[in-house]
């Protein structure tokens, strides 16, 4: 196989800002040719999970997202913060300051990108299993979340219904049935 692999000449970074910043590169293309100007968003390493109670419940969170100015379903999770040590612990500190839960057991079900093209961070996909209530929400200051458990059946006829808007949170969803085995393919 042939190596696609651009190679970055020149980067100028034109926005910069909390948890978003857009660059200018200038790339050479392996046969020669330069791409230019190439902008490339960056943003945090995202982590979210597919998360069950003691009793086989899914925590949904229900959020309004002003960039499309609806709200949706989506899984618990957001931003890797430098004070984490790695991904599993991310996820811990998300679910627990998000929802009120922890868990006791997480199993890593990969990675994925919004955008590959553009964007330049990772999106860490758990299932988290156990969960039990031991707090409240400890929600960031712009955050107002409303926690739903359903039941797998329901989260199926909401995929049905297309309730799930965030296409990587849908990948999750998905890589979770499958290990869970309610999801053949």
């Known amino acids: 196989m042939r190596d696609l692999k651009w190679k970055t000449?020149?980067?100028?970074?034109?926005?910069?800002?909390?948890?978003?910043?857009?660059?200018?590169?200038?790339?050479?293309?392996?046969d020669g040719k330069l791409v230019a100007p190439y902008y490339v968003y960056?943003?945090?390493t995202w982590v979210t999970a597919f998360a069950l109670t003691e009793d086989g419940q899914v925590i949904l969170e229900r959020q309004y997202r002003h960039g499309i100015g609806e709200t949706n379903f989506e899984l618990p999770g957001g931003c890797v913060d430098d004070t984490d040590k790695n991904y599993e612990e991310a996820i811990a500190r998300e679910l627990l300051e998000e929802t009120g839960y922890a868990f006791t057991h997480?199993?890593?079900l990969g990675k994925t990108c919004a955008n590959p093209s553009t964007n330049n961070n990772w999106?860490?996909?758990y299932l988290a299993t156990g969960g039990k209530?031991?707090?409240?929400q400890e929600l960031d200051d712009n955050e107002d979340i409303e926690i739903r458990l359903v039941s797998i059946e329901e989260l199926k006829q909401l995929l049905r219904d297309n309730q799930f808007i965030q296409s990587m949170h849908v990948t999750a969803i998905f890589y979770?049935?499958?290990k869970l085995g309610e999801l053949k393919f």
């Open 9 to 30: 000449i020149k980067s100028e970074y034109l926005f910069n800002d909390l948890w978003f910043t857009v660059r200018n590169d200038t790339c050479e293309r392996p």
């Open 42 to 44: 960056e943003f945090p």
């Open 106 to 108: 997480y199993e890593y």
């Open 123 to 125: 999106m860490h996909m």
């Open 133 to 136: 209530k031991v707090k409240g």
């Open 176 to 178: 979770a049935l499958s």
